[in-house]
Every structure is written in C-alpha cells, then in structure tokens.
C-alpha cells in the first residue's frame, strides 16, 4: 500500500518574524557598541515617538494601498498643514480651533481632489497625486521661504505632554492606527475597501461603489497627513514649507506599509503590519545613530533593508515545505 504525500503547506515570513528579527539585531548591535543606555525604556519611548509622524502618515498610506491606490501628496501637504496650522494660530490659545479646523478642512479638500481625479477622470493615481504634490508644494514655496507663524505652548502639549509617564504623541498615534484597524477588520466599508483592492471588477460587480471607496480611502489618506503636518507644527513650534519634503513622508509612509505586508497590488496587509513597519524603521535610525553612519549610507543601507524585506516576504510566499 503506497502512502500519500503529505500534504505541503506555504511557509509565510509576516511583519511579526520581521520585527522580532530587527528587534534581535537591534539589542545584538546595541550591546556589542556598548552603548547600552538605549535599551532603557525613557530612550526606547523617545526613539518611537520620533517615528509617530511617520506613523500617523503610514495609517493614511496603508488605507490606500489597500485599494489598490497610492499617494505622493502627502509629504507636500504635510508642510501645507504645518504651515496654514502654525500661521492660523499666530501664538495664540485662541485659535487652536480655528488653525485645527482650517488645517483638517484642507486635508479634505486635497483628498477629494484626489479621489475625483482618479476616479472621474481615470488618472494612474500615482500621476494624479504627484501631480497635486508638485501644485500644492509651488503655491506653498511661492507664499513662504522659511518658518512661518507660532504655535502656543499649549499646543506643544500634542508633542512634549505625557500621560501616566507615556508621551501624549504616542498614544494618539496607537489610537489612530487602533481606530483604522476597527474600520477596516469591523465595518462594511473596511471589507469594501479589501474587496475594491482584491479585484475592482468583481467588488463591482458584487454592488460595491468603488469609486466611492477609493474617494473615502483618499480623503483618510490626506486627513491623517493634515493630522501630521498638525503634529510637526507642535514639535518643531512653527511650520516651514520643507519638513514634509525632507521628513520624506510620501515614500517613507509607502515603504514602512511594505515591510508590514500590505501589498502594493491591494486587498491584502494592515495596519498593525504598519506599525510593525513604522517600528521597524524606528530601530533602524535608532542604530545608524549609535553607530555613527554616515547620513548618505543610511540611505543605502535603509533602501537595501526594504528591498531585504519585500524579498523575504515574496520567498516566503512561494516556499513549500512538506
């Protein structure tokens, strides 16, 4: 009696083995420069809420990518946000409101403009936000060259301010990304976003409006951006029409959703995966500091771990083992 082969099963690499791995590299390392200062937890803190920017911005990201979209607008708007909250405010308590406001109302504008041009007018969604990226950072650089305006030291608070020994920054940011992992495991229009990113035709077909979901996803998209642009103007107290650009946000927030195992085709990955990512990164800067790498090999060396990442998740993938 000949026996029948096992059955084979897909031995997948997800975010989780590529955190815990990084995390090991990272104590490893650390350990071995001796500068075992920063395995304390104050430093630990202060080395992932450098990263809630990124984070916050990754939320938005992720969501999109889901759907099988992208945008490239969101470094630009985050400098916009930074700037219209920092100079709407002008140092005054009084109109923190008003700047919030004003800076959210300007997310939603930018996030429509994207969703209408994608969807009404069928423009590749990386040329339809790269495209709002380049209008938004011209008027942006032809109204300000430098600093522009003052936040209130209350607003700081968004920063600085702690809540029972944890910064306030980071558990806004753990709030964030706990909401849009419940609309997108919970809702209707969570499944609707999965099912337009798996395959848009048979979401059609299914009595879904894609075109509908791919608006929403980008009108989140661009709100937590303004939500960014908000928190940098608290961190840096004014906002400038370069820290979005610089900070590198739009591909950052692309890579860090990668490494967490979102696809960039749609319909599969999270946002805890992003977070896993965000973390990832975290470490990463963390440890070019205390090793003393030069600014143009972390490049090198951060392009490399992205391209490592995505490859270990597509040999995954396809291994069997018996």
Not at 81 to 91: D, E, F, P, T, Y
Not at 263 to 286: H, K, N, P, Q, Y
Not at 310 to 320: D, E, T
Request: aromatic share 6%; hydrophobic share 55%; charged share 10%.
């Amino acid at each position: 009696m000949t026996s029948l082969p096992s059955p084979r099963r897909r031995l997948r690499i997800g975010p989780g083995t590529i955190l815990l791995a990084a995390l090991a590299v990272y104590v490893i390392a650390i350990l071995w420069s001796g500068n075992t200062q920063f395995l304390r937890p104050g430093n630990i803190l202060g080395m992932l809420t450098r990263a809630v920017a990124l984070g916050i911005t990754a939320v938005g990201q992720t969501i999109v990518i889901l759907c099988a979209s992208i945008d490239l607008s969101v470094a630009a708007l985050i400098s916009a946000s930074a700037v219209l909250a920092s100079v709407v405010m002008g140092g005054s308590t009084t109109m923190i409101v008003p700047a919030i406001l004003a800076v959210l109302l300007l997310g939603m504008v930018v996030g429509l403009v994207n969703g209408l041009v994608i969807t009404r007018l069928r423009v590749n969604p990386l040329i339809a936000t790269l495209g709002m990226a380049m209008v938004i950072q011209g008027i942006l650089s032809a109204v300000v060259s430098n600093f522009a305006g003052e936040v209130p030291r209350s607003f700081r608070s968004f920063d600085s301010g702690t809540v029972l020994g944890l910064p306030v920054s980071l558990i806004f940011l753990g709030l964030v990304a706990a909401g849009a992992s419940a609309i997108l495991n919970w809702t209707r229009f969570g499944s609707n976003i999965y099912a337009v990113g798996g395959n848009i035709d048979a979401a059609r077909l299914a009595g879904i409006r894609t075109d509908r979901v791919i608006i929403a996803a980008h009108l989140l998209c661009s709100l937590c951006a303004s939500v960014t642009g908000l928190y940098l103007a608290a961190r840096l107290g004014s906002g400038a029409p370069w820290i979005g650009r610089d900070g590198m946000y739009d591909l950052e927030s692309i890579a860090v959703a990668v490494i967490g195992g979102t696809v960039l085709a749609g319909g599969r990955g999270g946002i805890w995966g992003t977070m896993a990512g965000v973390a990832i990164f975290a470490m990463i800067d963390s440890l070019f500091n205390v090793l003393g790498v030069d600014a143009f090999a972390k490049q090198v060396l951060r392009g490399g771990i992205i391209v490592a990442a995505v490859a270990a998740y597509a040999i995954g993938s396809r291994r069997l083992v018996a």
